[in-house]
């Protein structure tokens, strides 16, 4: 190798490390201007629902999936609050808890307090298959 050649390759490291150091610029970073945390976007609200008087609205324990012991135990609290009578619904399969919940509560947690009012079954065409299904309403009263 001549000095000359040996000088250029030297020169062209030297210019390399040069470019390298020059930070590179994101164009998009750079040109917006970042959001405050008060000009974030707020979640859009629902629209509100029309309130629930106190009706028996309130008193409705519908059955499903649960554990028996807690519709027992939402009965239980219903009546606590101060409601002389509860209904429980249940439908389809649940119907069989429905009955196990009312049993509960009308022997073993307010035993002599609670009767049976009324039962009311029924059936429902659900579906698009026309199905149906049967209903209970189970009326608890305390005495």
Known sequence: MSKEETAETVEEDEEKPA?????????AEAEKPKKKP????????RESRPKRTMSRDRNIIYIGKKPLMSYALAALLQFNAGSDEIII????????????????IRR???ADMV???????DTEILGEEQRNVSTIDIVLVKK
């Not at 470019?19 to 164009?27: H, L, V």
């Not at 009767?115 to 079954?121: E, G, P, R």
Request: aromatic fraction near 2%; glycine fraction near 2%; proline fraction near 7%.
């Open 38 to 45: 008060a000009e974030a976007e707020k979640p859009k609200r």
């Open 89 to 104: 619904k249940a439908r389809g399969r649940s119907i069989s808890t429905a009955v196990d919940v009312a049993e509960v």
């Open 19 to 27: 470019e390298a150091e020059k930070p590179k610029k994101k164009p």
């Open 108 to 110: 073993r947690l307010y």
């Open 115 to 121: 009767t049976v009012k009324d039962i009311a079954i």
